[in-house]
């Protein structure tokens, strides 16, 4: 008896897209990995506009394309890359293309910024979704009604799927053959790629928070920077009011004003940056981290780190930690 395919996966294609985000899926699903059943892989599709063969992308490169969006519309699995440019409109054929495809049944996945060709075609109202941390606010000004989560790497609502940034793509991916083929197939194709089967954690651990600035000249941003050279201490409310030489319900009225939220979640975000850092650049164990940071204790740490970033510092840190690489040289024969 033979095996049934996982059907046609069509990877969109359109000029000014970044050539990175359309080679991931190229990369992942154009021939299986070994170990898996070639009957049983997926039908693989480059799709260029009509009546092209070939895409310029927006780094020095060309994709060449055997299939149109005629193709793209037939599809099982429609594969979006990042939008060619988030502040303009996505390439209207796309968008329609995108859309024929899902009024006839097929799966959606985006990558990247390619979410806003999935807006643009009316398929993420009243869903859960997300994309690249660095797009939201663009994303918010296009589709300022859309359930937003900056948070995770992917997320699967059924037949529309949205993932974050570059790698996420990838984590995407290899989700889709988890779901289609199975674990087995799945870490075939993870092997193969020299990535993790699935990562722990989310977007979270990405994200930048860096000092804001204070347009106004109120003394808050000498407080801030007066803070953070003393996250080592137990900072309170009153000791950034007493700094700021006011009041601790005028402190508040500023920080929600200039930054957003309060003292103390502010005192939280940086000290969870100076955590990060410290697990990024350093040796020192947790207990030390936690301390350098002002969390206390290894447990009020990996609470903390938990929550607001999605993995435990320990986690972080096999992540994050620049890898030492050793060059190793075979003698030359005598």
């Known amino acids: 008896m033979e095996s049934a395919s996982a059907g ?11 050539v990175f985000e359309v080679a991931i899926p190229y990369q992942v699903f154009h021939e299986p990995p070994v170990g898996v059943d070639p009957a049983t892989w997926y039908d693989f599709q480059l799709c260029g506009p009509r009546e092209h063969r070939s895409a310029e992308m927006r780094d020095p490169f060309v994709v060449l394309t055997d299939h149109d969006y005629d193709d793209l519309v037939r599809a099982d699995t429609v594969i979006i890359p990042s939008t060619p440019n988030v502040r303009e ?7 329609d293309a995108v859309r024929a495809a899902y009024d006839r049944g097929a799966r959606i996945a985006s990558l990247c ?16 979704m997300t994309t690249h941390w660095r797009h939201l606010d663009a994303l918010a000004e296009r589709h300022p009604h859309l359930d937003v989560d900056p948070t995770v790497l992917y997320i699967d609502d059924g037949r529309i799927l949205t993932s974050a940034g570059t790698m996420a793509g990838m984590d995407l991916c290899i989700h889709l053959i988890r779901n289609d083929l199975g674990s087995a197939a799945a870490n075939a194709a993870a092997r193969h790629l020299v990535v993790p089967p699935h990562r722990a954690g989310g977007q979270a651990q990405f994200l930048q928070s860096p000092v804001p600035a204070v347009a106004t000249d109120s003394g808050l ?8 050279r003393r996250l080592d201490k137990p900072l309170t409310v009153t000791d950034l009011a007493r700094h700021a030489n006011t009041s601790g319900r005028t402190l508040a009225r500023r920080f929600h004003a200039e930054i957003g939220g309060t003292p103390l979640q502010w005192l939280l975000t940086q000290r969870i940056i100076r955590a ?22 290894p447990a009020n740490l990996r609470a903390h780190f938990g929550r607001e970033v999605g993995i435990s510092p320990s986690e972080y840190r096999r992540t994050h930690r ?12 005598p």
């Open 221 to 228: 941003s000498a407080t801030l920077q007066w803070a953070i």
């Open 113 to 128: 910024s390619g979410a806003f060709i999935l807006g643009a075609a009316g398929l993420l109202e009243g869903r859960r």
């Open 322 to 333: 620049a890898t030492r690489h050793e060059v190793i040289t075979t003698p030359a024969a």
């Open 8 to 18: 046609t996966i069509a990877v969109a294609v359109a000029p000014g897209m970044p």
């Open 276 to 297: 990060r850092e410290l697990l990024e650049t350093t040796d020192l164990p947790v207990d030390v981290v936690a301390d350098r940071c002002g969390l206390g204790s």
């Open 89 to 95: 409109d996505p390439p209207a054929d796309l968008v």
